[in-house]
C-alpha cells in the first residue's frame, strides 16, 4: 500500500463521519454553534502538541483515548454530537482523521451557508480590518459570501499567498525573490 492510498483511506474515513455529525447538526439547527466548535477543536489542536500527540499516538489505548477526549470535550463545552462522535472514533481508534473531518466539516458549513472559504497565508497576522477588505475583495472575484482562514508564515518575508478553490494566487516577496533569483540563472 502506497502512501497515496492511505491518504485516501483516512480522506474516506474523514468524510463518512463529517458527513454524519453535519446532518445531525443540520437537524438540530446547530450549524452556527458546530462551526464555533471546530474552531475551537482546530485552535486547541494547532497549539497543544499533547492532543495532537493523543490523538495521532498508537500508545494510548482506546479506554485513554476516549477517556481523555470526552473530558477535553467537556470542558471545552462542545455539542453533544460532537462530544459522541469523538467518543466512538475513540473507541473505533480513528481520532487520527480529526483535522481531516474539522476541515470537511467547514467545507460543507460553507456550502451550506453559501460561502467559500479562502486559505490566506501572510507574514504578519492580519488584522481584522485587513481580513474584511480581503474577503470584500474576493467576494467581487468569486461572487460567493468568503470566509477568510488565516495562518502566519513568516518565511514569506512579506506579500501573501491567497488559495480559493484550485485558485491560487501568491504575492509573497519569497515567491518573487524566487521569480528574480530563476531569472537570473537563465541570464547567467
Same mark, same amino acid.
Do not use: C, H, W
Given at each position: 500500500?502506497?502512501?497515496?492510498?492511505?491518504?485516501?483511506?483516512?480522506?474516506?474515513?474523514?468524510?463518512?463521519?463529517?458527513?454524519?455529525?453535519?446532518?445531525?447538526?443540520?437537524?438540530?439547527? @446547530?450549524?452556527?454553534?458546530? @462551526?464555533?466548535?471546530?474552531?475551537?477543536?482546530?485552535?486547541?489542536?494547532?497549539?497543544?502538541?499533547?492532543?495532537?500527540?493523543?490523538?495521532?499516538?498508537?500508545?494510548?489505548?482506546?479506554?485513554?483515548?476516549?477517556?481523555?477526549?470526552?473530558?477535553?470535550?467537556?470542558?471545552?463545552?462542545?455539542?453533544?454530537?460532537?462530544?459522541?462522535?469523538?467518543?466512538?472514533?475513540?473507541?473505533?481508534?480513528?481520532?487520527?482523521?480529526?483535522?481531516?473531518?474539522?476541515?470537511?466539516?467547514?467545507?460543507?458549513?460553507?456550502?451550506?451557508?453559501? @460561502?467559500?472559504?479562502?486559505?490566506?497565508?501572510?507574514?504578519?497576522?492580519?488584522?481584522?480590518?485587513?481580513?474584511? @477588505?480581503?474577503?470584500?475583495?474576493? %467576494?467581487?472575484?468569486?461572487?460567493?459570501?468568503?470566509?477568510?482562514?488565516?495562518?502566519?508564515?513568516?518565511?514569506?518575508?512579506?506579500?501573501?499567498?491567497?488559495?480559493?478553490?484550485? %485558485?491560487?494566487?501568491?504575492?509573497?516577496?519569497?515567491?518573487?525573490?524566487?521569480?528574480?533569483?530563476?531569472?537570473?540563472?537563465?541570464?547567467?
Amino acid at each position: 500500500m502506497d502512501v497515496s492510498e492511505t491518504a485516501s483511506i483516512s480522506s474516506g474515513i474523514a468524510d463518512r463521519y463529517a458527513m454524519a455529525v453535519f446532518d445531525l447538526a443540520n437537524e438540530g439547527k @446547530e450549524l452556527d454553534k458546530l @462551526e464555533a466548535d471546530l474552531d475551537d477543536l482546530s485552535a486547541a489542536l494547532s497549539s497543544s502538541p499533547e492532543l495532537t500527540d493523543l490523538i495521532q499516538s498508537p500508545v494510548y489505548s482506546r479506554d485513554e483515548q476516549a477517556d481523555a477526549i470526552g473530558a477535553v470535550a467537556a470542558k471545552m463545552g462542545l455539542t453533544k454530537t460532537l462530544q459522541n462522535v469523538l467518543s466512538l472514533m475513540a473507541s473505533k481508534r480513528r481520532l487520527f482523521v480529526l483535522p481531516q473531518m474539522i476541515n470537511r466539516l467547514r467545507d460543507l458549513i460553507a456550502e451550506e451557508k453559501g @460561502e467559500v472559504t479562502a486559505d490566506v497565508v501572510s507574514a504578519v497576522k492580519l488584522t481584522d480590518k485587513q481580513s474584511k @477588505e480581503l474577503a470584500s475583495t474576493l %467576494k467581487t472575484k468569486v461572487g460567493k459570501d468568503v470566509k477568510i482562514n488565516a495562518t502566519v508564515d513568516d518565511t514569506l518575508i512579506g506579500g501573501l499567498i491567497v488559495k480559493v478553490g484550485s %485558485k491560487m494566487i501568491d504575492t509573497s516577496v519569497r515567491s518573487k525573490l524566487n521569480s528574480l533569483q530563476n531569472a537570473m540563472k537563465e541570464v547567467g
